[in-house]
């Protein structure tokens, strides 16, 4: 049996949208067991009416605005610094949280713990591609600031990561810079390839991606550093959005864009739910001694569902021993 703790308290939606998403794992996992960090008015009936869901009661809550070091060290009590603790003293295997990714990367350095020889933890996700061949992006805004090594590092994470989630057996790595030429990009770009080149070689190591590459499918990991990666998902994010709009603001011009686009319904709602990542849950925070994964702020509960079964999944496909054996 799996235990994942899940932060009921995470989450712009409410915590009747995380504990339906709970409600679905469970139904989804007979050997899964979920501990629910949370204030004793949102969890204990749920918990009662559940027979593999335990409470962890908490009597405080971080905020999406609270400045994240500051909001851990203060609100010891919270579901995110309490669920983190819950990881490290064993109670659970996982933690899940759809709140602040800011208090849960700090709370889960510290209390999770990073793996031995790890810098700095890395944000990853499997991003959909046009070729229908997913691609696993690292870092995606944990570390604006990053060195050779740690590029290194977040390459080797996102194999191991690939090789969990996208089943592939040997993963080819590309890195995110402004041309496939080695000489391309700036100072730290062309540093950062060669440090990749000497560590994969031809193995695994593919040479430069560019940014119309992101959602193509050509390539098993895409890696950069944070910033890069951050404004590279936000940009997609962006565009889907503007694209979607775009299209509601057509259908009200004419009967016949209505139309089409009401014909187009189906597939549109395909691909908003590819790119909203629910299918993953969220991101996972790879570099730490056990699986935790960040859904976004607007999570549904399809995403809390699926993040909660794919930490589950982590845990038994030995995702943390995969990426210290890459290391």
């Not at 983190?84 to 003293?89: D, G, K, S, T």
């Not at 996700?125 to 050779?148: F, L, Q």
């Not at 509601?248 to 908003?272: C, E, F, N, Q, R």
């Amino acid at each position: 049996m799996v235990t994942i703790c899940v932060d009921a308290m995470g989450g712009d939606s409410g915590t009747e949208v995380v504990l339906e998403g709970i409600a679905q794992a469970l139904e989804a996992d007979e050997q899964l067991q979920v501990l629910v960090a949370g204030d004793a008015d949102v969890i204990s009936a749920f918990c009662e009416e559940h027979e593999r869901a335990l409470p962890l009661v908490t009597t405080e809550v971080i905020g999406m605005g609270e400045h994240p070091s500051t909001a851990v060290h203060a609100k010891k009590d919270s579901s995110i610094v309490r669920g983190c603790l819950a990881v490290r003293h064993g109670e659970a295997d996982g933690f899940f949280s759809a709140g602040s990714t800011g208090a849960i990367l700090v709370a889960a350095t510290m209390n999770v713990g990073r793996l031995k020889g790890i810098k700095r933890p890395a944000l990853a996700t499997a991003i959909p591609g046009a070729s229908g061949r997913r691609t696993v992006m690292i870092d995606m805004g944990a570390n604006a600031d990053t060195h050779e090594d740690m590029i290194v590092q977040f390459a080797h994470m996102g194999r191991a990561y690939a090789k969990v989630t996208l089943g592939v057996a040997e993963p080819r790595v590309a890195l995110l810079s402004n041309g496939e030429e080695e000489t391309k990009g700036s100072e730290q770009a062309v540093a950062f390839h060669q440090a990749l080149k000497d560590a994969g070689g031809d193995s695994w190591f593919a040479g430069n991606a560019e940014g119309t590459d992101l959602l193509a499918g050509r390539y098993d990991v895409i890696v950069s550093d944070g910033f890069t990666g951050n404004v590279a998902l936000k940009t997609i994010e962006g565009t889907a959005k503007y694209i979607v709009g775009c299209i509601k603001a057509a259908t009200k011009k004419s009967k016949l864009m209505a139309i089409g686009a009401l014909l187009l319904k189906p597939a549109i709602k395909a691909v908003a739910a590819d790119l909203s990542g629910d299918e993953y849950g969220g991101a996972v925070l790879l570099g730490l001694k056990a699986p935790v994964i960040i859904g976004h702020g607007a999570t549904s509960a399809l995403a809390v569902k699926n993040g909660t079964l794919v930490c589950a999944k982590a845990v038994r496909e030995g995702l943390v021993d995969k990426i210290a054996a890459e290391e």
